[in-house]
């Protein structure tokens, strides 16, 4: 992660009423340096009926960087991250990920999924089948890979969790912080270039989710581009290099860690302090 590589936010006034000031200032210098993002929303609406659900969210990711989204429940942290992944189609707007254009109705889905990996608070995995065989099997199925190959990617995904010895436990075996360290070897498994975390702890107690945050910052330390949406205050200040506050489908508030201490609106600042 390169923090001097900060996000390159989109500036829609309309849409992000507040950038912290040590976001914006860093963008000048950065301006020849900076790469292609990986993932970036441009104006993205989505309503579910007559419930406007995303009201125009831009941001950008670069390689390496780590967004944390949070916000209320129903603010549409969840629908931004479920729309990178094309899991839900937006109305209009633009997205692009690992140069795919998301937006698009011809978009290639197995490319872009092998390219994104998506972690949700449910782990899914399939009861009837062994920890390896969970991991090894959409490497196979969709790259093709032989068993022999996708039992090492296994092996070190597995080691990269901490699970390097339960490969050949089942789901019901392990408690819920390791399967859910399990549900991001799976991830890890199809080497994609994001990684998108949707509340992963919120069904754990406190000791399981340590060891799956524990998990997520080593990935943000390895260089790995990720989006977590959490509701762990003290986690996204640390680990992330952006902190984006969701309020009403918008990107109300964003900037650095340290803008939770330091709140802009009263939105932020009631959120806060009020919790969720
Ligand atoms: N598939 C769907 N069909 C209809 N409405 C939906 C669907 N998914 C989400 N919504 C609605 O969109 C709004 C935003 O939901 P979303 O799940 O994005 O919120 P969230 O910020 O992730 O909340 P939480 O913190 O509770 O997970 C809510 O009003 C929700 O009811
Ligand atoms: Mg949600």
Redesign the pocket.
């Given at each position: 992660m390169k923090r001097e590589d900060t996000m390159n936010l989109a500036q829609d006034a309309a849409v992000q009423p507040v950038a912290h000031a040590a976001l914006s200032a860093q963008q000048p210098q950065q301006q020849g340096q900076q790469q292609q993002p990986v993932v970036e929303l441009k104006d993205v609406h989505k309503s579910?009926?007559s419930?406007q659900?995303l009201k125009g969210v831009s941001f950008a990711i670069p390689k390496g960087q780590v967004v944390a989204i949070i916000?209320?429940?129903?603010?549409?942290?969840?629908?931004?991250l479920r729309c990178i992944d094309r899991l839900?189609i937006i109305d209009s707007g633009t997205i692009n990920v690992c140069g795919h254009a998301v937006h698009d109705p011809a978009i290639d889905l197995r490319q872009l999924r092998q390219d994104v990996g998506i972690v949700f608070q449910s782990y899914n995995l399939f009861p009837h089948l062994t920890v390896e065989q969970n991991i090894t099997l959409a490497p196979k199925a969709v790259k093709n890979l032989p068993t022999a190959k996708a039992r090492e990617i296994a092996a070190r995904t597995l080691q990269q969790v901490g699970l390097a010895d339960k490969a050949q436990a089942y789901p019901e075996q392990l408690s819920g912080g390791q399967q859910q360290r399990v549900a991001i070897a799976r991830s890890l498994a199809m080497e994609p270039q994001v990684m998108l975390f949707?509340?992963v702890t919120s069904a754990l107690d406190p000791q399981l989710t340590g060891e799956v945050l524990r998990v997520i910052e080593a990935l943000a330390q390895g260089g790995m581009t990720m989006v977590l949406?959490t509701h762990e205050m003290e986690f996204a200040a640390r680990v992330a290099d952006t902190i984006i506050y969701?309020h009403e489908g918008k990107v109300w508030e964003t900037g650095p860690g340290a803008m939770l201490k330091n709140p802009q609106t009263a939105e932020l600042r009631d959120f806060l302090s009020h919790g969720?």
């Open positions: 579910f009926g419930n659900v916000g209320k429940s129903g603010s549409g942290k969840s629908t931004a839900e949707d509340e949406v969701m969720l």
